[in-house]
């Protein structure tokens, strides 16, 4: 049986619960079935029309929708859903320390942290995975803008798996970011895989999200 944990925690420090540090951002933990094993996680970070105060928010895409949807699939994995603030963007030290802190309380296997977003939460990724290389077993953005940091510093990245996806009639956020940051990673890692839909708009994760494979795919990746 899936087991889904609701935690808020807020900005000021205080003890909650059964003593649990504070953080900025409220999230949703799925767990495995088993807890005592190491176990993969993965990171969604939604996009803005998600922000808010409401953690049902975060079902509406991604791995938690999938699972809502496909009760026979199982994911084997942590999965960590946390909530941007209205009006916020995604800030790479306050999810740090909210990976940290689920590293530190869940049985997570290190070697094997994956993390994916689409829209905002593609821009997120992209951030946290250049500040923060050593974590990640594979990166997977949907729909995102490209920061100038992590164009030009995007060599960093080059021993984790990559897999991008945007689609062509994007008018939200131009497929030229994916473009642009896929033939620069493509300079100095073969490990790197850019899917363009045709026939999509903005929404090109519907699609990813929706399908069994990526999930077989992140979690087949782990760091040496």
């Known amino acids: 049986m899936r087991t889904i944990v609701y935690f808020l925690i807020y900005f000021f420090p205080f003890l909650i619960g059964a003593q649990q540090t504070s953080s900025f951002y409220k999230y949703i933990l799925h767990k495995p079935t088993d807890t005592i094993s190491l176990k993969p996680l993965i990171i969604f970070l939604h996009g803005s029309g998600e922000s808010g105060d409401n953690p049902d928010l975060l079902k509406v895409h991604g791995p938690l929708k999938f699972l809502n949807n496909n009760k026979e699939n199982n994911i084997d994995a942590y999965i960590l859903v946390p909530q941007c603030p209205k009006g916020k963007s995604w800030e790479t030290g306050i999810l740090y320390g909210l990976v940290n802190k689920i590293i530190s309380e869940n049985k997570i296997d290190k070697k094997r942290i994956h993390?994916?977003?689409?829209?905002?939460?593609?821009?997120?990724?992209?951030?946290?995975a250049i500040e923060h290389p050593e974590i990640l077993a594979s990166l997977v953005p949907i729909a995102?803008?490209?920061?100038?940091?992590?164009?030009?510093?995007?060599?960093?990245?080059?021993?984790?798996?990559?897999?991008?996806f945007h689609g062509k009639l994007d008018d939200v956020i131009d497929v030229f970011y994916s473009k642009e940051v896929y033939k620069r990673l493509r300079k100095c890692s073969e490990n790197v895989d850019f899917t363009i839909f045709q026939d999509a708009n903005h929404d090109s994760w519907t699609r990813v999200?929706?399908?069994?494979?990526?999930?077989?795919?992140?979690?087949?990746?782990k760091k040496q």
């Not at 993390?115 to 946290?128: I, K, Q, R, V, Y």
């Open 144 to 164: 995102g803008f490209v920061d100038r940091k992590p164009m030009l510093e995007i060599c960093k990245l080059k021993d984790i798996p990559v897999w991008i």
């Open 115 to 128: 993390m994916t977003g689409l829209s905002m939460g593609a821009w997120g990724s992209w951030n946290f």
């Open 209 to 221: 999200y929706d399908n069994p494979e990526i999930y077989q795919w992140m979690l087949s990746q």
